[in-house]
């Protein structure tokens, strides 16, 4: 059974910055691209940052581009979200994703959701930015 658990959401003014973690168990981390998504009440869920499997290429939703970065940490079945110069327009509730295709080659197509009902999901945390 795969089981993913995100933490690290909260308030923050803009400008500032966040930390979101990701462990996941159930499954060989190494091989499985990880992603964040986020949804806002009304709209579809969308990719922020996806890491592929063997870290080496992420790929980021325009608007987060320079401010956010992904990473993994293989030894720990950890990803991490780092949030900097965050703006209101970020506020969501932020969800972590593993991959359900091993060794994907194209992280594109994972990052975009289309198949989204087939990937393990986290429980969500908020992120909530003040203006």
């Known amino acids: 059974q795969v089981q993913v658990v995100e933490s690290g959401g909260g308030l923050v003014q803009a400008g500032g910055s966040l930390r979101l973690s990701c462990t996941v168990s159930?499954?060989?981390?190494?091989?499985?691209?990880m992603g964040w998504f986020r949804q806002i009440p009304g709209k579809e869920r969308e990719g922020v940052a996806c890491?592929?499997?063997?870290?080496?290429?992420?790929h980021y939703l325009d608007s987060v581009k320079g401010r956010f970065t992904i990473s993994k940490l293989n030894r720990k079945k950890t990803v991490y979200l780092e949030m900097n110069s965050l703006k209101p327009d970020d506020t969501a509730m932020y969800y972590c994703?593993?991959?359900?295709?091993?060794?994907?080659?194209?992280?594109?197509?994972?990052?975009?959701?289309?198949?989204?009902?087939?990937?393990?999901w986290g429980q969500g945390t908020q992120v909530t930015v003040s203006s």
């Open positions: 994703a593993a991959d359900s295709t091993p060794q994907r080659v194209w992280l594109f197509e994972f990052c975009s959701g289309s198949n989204q009902h087939s990937y393990y």
């Open positions: 159930g499954l060989i981390f190494d091989d499985y691209a």
């Open positions: 890491i592929s499997w063997s870290g080496g290429s992420e």
